[in-house]
C-alpha cells in the first residue's frame, strides 16, 4: 500500500450522528437502521459508516467529496485490528479527490476519548502502523446493503451467544483447542457456526458445524464423511481451523465446496495428509476426502532424522493404491474441473483467560468474538 494515505482518527463512545438517517445523501438511501445497537466498538464504527454514507462526512468532519473524481460506489471498508493492540479499528477507504489514488482512513476507538479531530499522516514505510504486514485485512462495500447486513449479523451473532451452551466447548486448561468459525456457508443469509475441537498434539480434531432453525433455536448439524462420494466407516476430520485455503469452489446447482485437510503425526519422524472438500447441502453437511498423502525423514546412521531427505508416497482414497504426483494432483483438479472459483477466507476465534469471567466468557464477550469472525471473513 505504498500509494495510500492514512489517517488516525479517534472515536468516543457517544452515538455520533443521532438523527442523521433522515438525512439521506444519493448513495446512503434514507432508511435508519433498526435492530439492537451493536457491542461497542463496533456500534461505534456504524454510526461512524452510516455518516460517510448519509452526509458524506465523519464526526470529525472530514468530508468525503462526491465530485466526478471520486467514484463514491467503489469506497470499502474493513473492521480488523491492525496494530495488535487487541482492539478492532475500523478501515475506510476512498478515492482521494484529486483522483490520483486510493486513501485510507483507519478509526480508532476509545470509550474515555473526545472528539476533538485527527491528524494526518502519510504512511509510506508504515512507521504509523508497522504490523499491518501481519494482519489480514477483509474490505466490504461500504453500502447501505452492507449496514443493514452488519446489523442481521449481529442480531444472529446475539442468538448463538445466548445459547453458547448449545455449541461452546471449554477447558481452561487448554483454551487454544477450540476454535470458533461464525460464516455463511451457502451463502443464504442465514449463518452457520463451526467449532473445531482438538483433542491433542497430531493434529486430532473433531468438527462440529451449527445452524439456527425457524424458531431462532441453535441446532446442531448432520455431518456425513464421505471418500470420493461414498460414505466411509472410519473417522478422518479435517482439521479446519489450523489450514488456509484461499479459494471455494461452486458448482451448477449453487454448492459451495470449502478445502479441508486433515493432519496425522506419526511419531517424530512422518506425518499423514488426507485432503478434500467439505460443503453445506440443504442441512447437512458432508466432507468429502479424496487423496492421501505420507510424508517421512530418512534416519541417518546415528538413528537421528535426516531434515534433507524426505520420502512422500501418495495415494487413492478408497484402494488406497500408491500413484503417482502427477496422478494425486489430477485427483484435485477432475475434482473441481466444472466448478467456478471464488476467492474466500475464514477468520477462526477462540477465547484467552482474559476474556473469562467467572470461568465462562460473557454473552457480549462470546458475540464480539463472533463479529470479529464474520467481518474478518469473506
Known sequence: MKNACYIIVLLACVSVFAGCGSQAGEHGGGEELSGERLPEPYGAYVDVLEQILTQH????????????????DNNTFAIADVDLDGQPELIFRYMSSNGA??????????????????????????????????????????????????????RQAAIYAEQAEEWMWWDEAQPYASQYLMYDLDRDGSLELIANFVQGSGIYSENHFYGLTQEEKVRELPLVELCEGTQRDWIAAFDLAWYDFDTAYQDETGVIYYEGMDYTRDGSDGRYDETGFYYLKGTTVYQDSIRRSSSFYERSEDGGLDSEELEVHYYGILDREEITEEEYTAVREEYVQDMTGLQVYQKWVGFGNEELEQGWPTEEQIRLKLLDSFWGSE
Open 57 to 72: 462526512t465523519d464526526p470529525n468532519g472530514r468530508e468525503y467529496s462526491s465530485d466526478p473524481n471520486h467514484d463514491f
Open 101 to 154: 489514488g486510493m486513501c485510507e482512513v483507519v478509526y480508532g476507538y476509545d470509550p474515555e476519548a473526545v472528539l476533538t479531530g485527527g491528524k494526518e499522516y502519510e504512511v509510506r514505510e508504515k512507521d504509523i502502523m508497522p504490523d499491518l504486514d501481519e494482519v489480514r485485512i477483509v474490505y466490504h462495500p461500504a453500502t447501505r446493503e452492507t449496514l443493514n447486513r452488519i446489523m442481521e449479523t449481529n
